[in-house]
């Protein structure tokens, strides 16, 4: 059963979503990018490769670049996917290693389901995606 009076709250829940998951990525983001060496050199130990020293700023950027995105609604969608994908890569790691990190799992989760949201469903009217052209897709 669905109460049809909440329906005219759905761009404000799809806001307050969209914000709360941008500064997540943005915390998370900045954090690693302000300590880069470090999370280089934590990701070349779990990896056990030097892959470490190419992925981490990487992901350390699409992180914070994506709460940004988010967090101002701009290309929200797909903003949303890149850190899904992310996310999604986060989880299968933390599921295939027999680790301490199981403890977040369910924060991990969270972050998926609601980055899948926002894939499908857009930032809501509330940020600038309002104002570009729609993709014919």
Known sequence: MTIPLLGIFDDWALLIL????????LVQGWAK??????????FNTATKSR????????????????????LIGFF?????????LLAALK?????TRL???KLNLEL?????????????LGGGHFGVDLFLPQLPL
Do not use: C, M, N, Y
């Open 91 to 95: 989880l299968g790691w933390r599921l």
């Open 51 to 70: 892959a470490g020293s190419i992925a981490a700023p990487i992901v350390a950027f699409l992180e914070f670049l994506g709460g940004l995105s988010l």
């Open 76 to 84: 929200t969608q797909i903003a949303a996917l890149v850190l899904a």
């Open 108 to 120: 991990s989760l969270l972050l998926f389901a609601s980055l899948l949201v926002l894939t499908i």
């Open 99 to 101: 680790s301490d990190e």
């Open 18 to 25: 969209r914000l709360v998951v941008a500064l997540i990525f």
């Open 33 to 42: 990018i302000k300590h880069l060496k470090e999370f280089s050199g934590s």
